[in-house]
């Protein structure tokens, strides 16, 4: 009996991406197209896009690829949310239909043709295959150092992630439906996926540059995101401050004798400096302290609301219908 080829979904998020879509489109259908004709997939596989409430023209270019070739199609969600929310609604809108999906961004940085081995690596048996940078010659130096620290710290923080991995990634419907059972609001993909097991392997692919449009990643996005993975992974901050707290009190204890000794001696004199000194330190630390347990408590406040993780607006197929029949 011979298997029958899987169905991919490629899903890739937008936002104000009206320069690059109509660049990257075609080459996305073109890789379907190939992988098709190499007898890999099947050819009911799509491309789909989800739009992340962009203000520019990317909605209507999507709407009018999908009128124009059925291997298109897209979704909008009704504001915009975020990468990883994007990127998990289309996930979420992909697993009941396909076999496969591939997430990518849609500015052309990751390179397509990886495809083809985390399709065979599929085939071969992995339900997971992260594509992995293997260079980064095309990004400035700022950008690779932020952004390699970024693993580093994320790693040491213990939120394990793959290295120099970003969310270009097959996933397999299998581990999507598992998937589906993480109802957390703070999603953090890089970071999840590996948690929900299955075998996985990574491909090795060279990033380049953006084909057109701007990065919508700044350093203070990249950091944001890192704060949220650590603090959505780990609990490793409040270990450390429980940690850092023990070594303080000590310090204090070892500071109470000496200063007793000092007093018995009869050597005291004004203790100004060091009054406010530690006075000062200790503030700081405990604001520190209190700001990172607060970071946890908002956490817990945004889980327990369980607000919506996505919503979806419109739908290229049928504007109110949920499922996709094709
Ligand atoms: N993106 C999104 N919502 C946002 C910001 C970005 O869907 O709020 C998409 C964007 O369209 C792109 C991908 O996420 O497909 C990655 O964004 P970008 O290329 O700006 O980030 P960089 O590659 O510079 O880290
Ligand atoms: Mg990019």
């Known amino acids: 009996m011979t298997q029958a080829k899987p169905i991919l979904w490629i899903v890739i998020p937008c936002y104000n991406e009206e320069k690059v879509l109509p660049i990257t489109a075609p080459m996305f259908l073109q890789k379907i197209t190939d992988l098709t004709a190499a007898g890999k ?34 979704i909008s969600q009704s504001r915009n949310r975020g990468h990883q929310n994007a990127v998990l609604a289309g996930l979420m809108e992909a697993k009941d239909t396909c076999d496969i999906t591939i997430s990518i961004d849609c500015d ?25 940078r293997s260079k980064r010659a095309t990004d400035t130096f700022f950008k690779r150092f932020t952004a390699e620290g970024f693993y580093h710290v994320m790693n040491w923080m213990g939120a394990d992630i793959v290295f120099n991995h970003a969310d270009y990634r097959l996933i397999s419907a299998r581990v999507l439906q598992h998937f589906a059972d993480f109802k957390e609001v703070n999603i953090f993909l890089r970071g999840m996926v590996p948690l929900v ?8 692919y060279e990033r380049a540059e953006r084909i057109a449009g701007e990065s919508h990643y700044p350093l ?9 993975g650590i603090t959505s992974l780990s609990v490793k901050p ?3 401050i429980t940690g850092f707290g023990c070594i303080v009190s000590v310090l ?8 007793i000794v000092m007093a018995a001696l009869g050597s005291v004199v004004a203790g100004w400096a060091s009054t406010v ?7 700081g630390i405990q604001l520190l302290c209190l700001g990172v347990i607060g970071e946890y408590i908002g956490k817990i406040y945004m889980e327990t609301k369980a ?20």
């Not at 203070?220 to 949220?228: E, H, N, S, V």
């Not at 607000?307 to 094709?326: L, M, Q, V």
Request: aromatic share 14%.
């Open 41 to 74: 997939i099947s050819d009911k596989s799509r491309v789909l896009f989800v739009n992340d409430g962009s203000k520019d023209k990317t909605w209507s270019i999507i709407e009018t690829l999908a009128q124009e070739n059925e291997h298109f199609l897209g």
């Open 108 to 132: 052309g940085q990751d390179d397509i043709n990886a495809m083809d081995q985390m399709v065979d690596e599929y085939l071969g048996g992995c339900e997971v295959v992260y594509g992995v």
């Open 197 to 204: 097991g299955f075998k996985s392997t990574s491909v090795y």
């Open 220 to 228: 203070k996005k990249m950091l944001a995101l890192a704060f949220d």
């Open 238 to 240: 409040i270990r450390m």
């Open 252 to 259: 204090g204890f070892l500071g109470i004798i000496w200063a």
């Open 277 to 283: 000194c530690i006075v000062c330190f200790m503030g």
């Open 307 to 326: 607000r919506p993780r996505y919503i979806i607006s419109d739908r290229t197929w049928a504007p109110y219908e949920r499922n996709y029949k094709g």
